[in-house]
């Protein structure tokens, strides 16, 4: 189940609700969802993945996922922004219905960077292994390379087979200081990266979690469509909603070089880097200039004697900003005047 929703609005300009940075070059020469259905496909073939992403999106991603064999039948339009529980609530029926409850559920996003592929695949094989000889919800979390208080954090607790956890608490993104001394007791980053039989999964959400319990029972039973079904949820993450809840959560460590790719800043540890540090795209020049980030879709982008900035051009437009603060760009955009972003004045 690869969750392809959402716009991505901390990478705007390039990203629109049109073309989301799902389906854009972020991380390499091909789109991020090219990349994780590549990274995917020797572990499951297209006929076995499922892709979610918004009714408006249906178009775009049916041609991105095509090359894979995904079918057409394999694209589940969500209506409405309704939150993860939500999302993968509803794919588990799917998959449920197809294949059975004991059908083991691998659950992605499409937007991320994994430097490793075969460890990756190696992992999702373990974790389903895992689920299945436990009926548990299993994550796999990320060993970390840094601090990072972008990112939420699970406690490992004691363990329960070689390589695998209890997860013992959930933390949503702490501050920098709180991150390092997570990262020194041995945490691990919440990938988003999840791996269940999809009946023990819907079991647990009529267990723990009522704002989308009701749903789930009335759509097994075949009494809700799509529409319906999300509709009649409140939203709420799976974090928030099950995992947090869930006395049957295991977390296996990865290693295998991930990103979320959720900042123009990432794009300096996901794309190759020149002698001097920058991470370009498109037609750049760069003399004395270090450590920036560079993507050039409206013309050619000449660097001199600057370091650590974000420089982003299209036709008509172009947006510079520093590697820190990059990451504010959702901020920035909501404060935008319509004739930068099309909105209504």
């Known amino acids: 189940m690869i969750l392809a929703g959402g716009v991505g609005s901390r990478f705007w300009p390039v990203s629109t609700p049109e073309r989301p940075k799902q389906l854009l070059p972020l991380a390499g020469d091909q789109s991020l969802l090219h990349d994780t259905l590549h990274r995917l496909h020797p572990l499951v073939p297209g006929e076995r993945t499922l892709v979610l992403t918004n009714e408006t999106l249906v178009p775009a991603i049916a041609a991105a996922s095509a090359p894979f064999g995904v079918p057409q039948a394999n694209l589940l339009a969500e209506p409405a922004p309704a939150g993860t529980a939500a999302a993968l609530a509803w794919a588990a029926i799917e998959i449920e219905r197809r294949a059975g409850r004991s059908a083991v559920m691998l659950c992605v996003h499409a937007d991320w960077?994994?430097?490793?592929?075969?460890?990756?695949?190696?992992?999702?094989?373990?974790?389903?292994?895992?689920?299945?000889?436990?009926?548990s919800l299993?994550?796999?979390?990320?060993?970390?390379?840094?601090?990072?208080?972008?990112?939420?954090?699970?406690?490992?607790?004691?363990?329960?087979?070689?390589?695998?956890?209890?997860?013992?608490?959930?933390?949503?993104?702490?501050?920098?200081?709180?991150?390092?001394?997570?990262?020194?007791?041995?945490?691990?980053?919440?990938?988003?990266?999840?791996?269940?039989?999809?009946?023990?999964?819907?079991?647990?959400?009529?267990?723990?979690?009522?704002?989308?319990?009701?749903?789930?029972?009335?759509a097994r039973a075949k009494h809700s469509d799509a529409r319906a079904f999300f509709a009649a949820v409140r939203p709420v993450s799976i974090d928030v909603g099950l995992l947090e809840r869930s006395a049957r959560v295991l977390v296996i460590p990865g290693d295998f070089g991930w990103d979320d790719v959720g900042t123009w800043a990432a794009l300096s540890r996901t794309r190759e880097l020149?002698?001097?540090g920058n991470a370009v795209y498109g037609p750049v020049f760069a003399k004395d200039a270090h450590g920036n980030v560079v993507h050039a879709e409206g013309g050619a982008v000449v660097l001199y004697g600057v370091s650590d900035l974000v420089v982003v051009t299209q036709t008509g437009l172009t947006v510079v900003t520093t590697v820190a603060r990059s990451a504010d760009l959702k901020a920035l955009v909501e404060s935008l005047p319509g004739w930068l972003t099309g909105r209504p004045a």
Request: net charge negative; glycine share 8%.
């Open 138 to 218: 299993v994550t796999i979390g990320i060993v970390p390379t840094r601090p990072d208080p972008g990112y939420g954090y699970i406690r490992r607790g004691p363990p329960v087979a070689p390589g695998v956890y209890a997860a013992d608490r959930f933390v949503e993104k702490p501050n920098r200081e709180r991150a390092a001394e997570m990262v020194s007791e041995g945490c691990l980053w919440n990938s988003g990266i999840f791996v269940w039989q999809a009946g023990d999964f819907l079991d647990e959400l009529a267990r723990h979690t009522p704002e989308v319990a009701a749903a789930v029972d009335a």
């Open 274 to 276: 020149d002698a001097a």
């Open 113 to 135: 960077a994994v430097a490793e592929a075969d460890k990756f695949r190696a992992a999702l094989s373990l974790a389903a292994d895992v689920a299945s000889a436990h009926h």
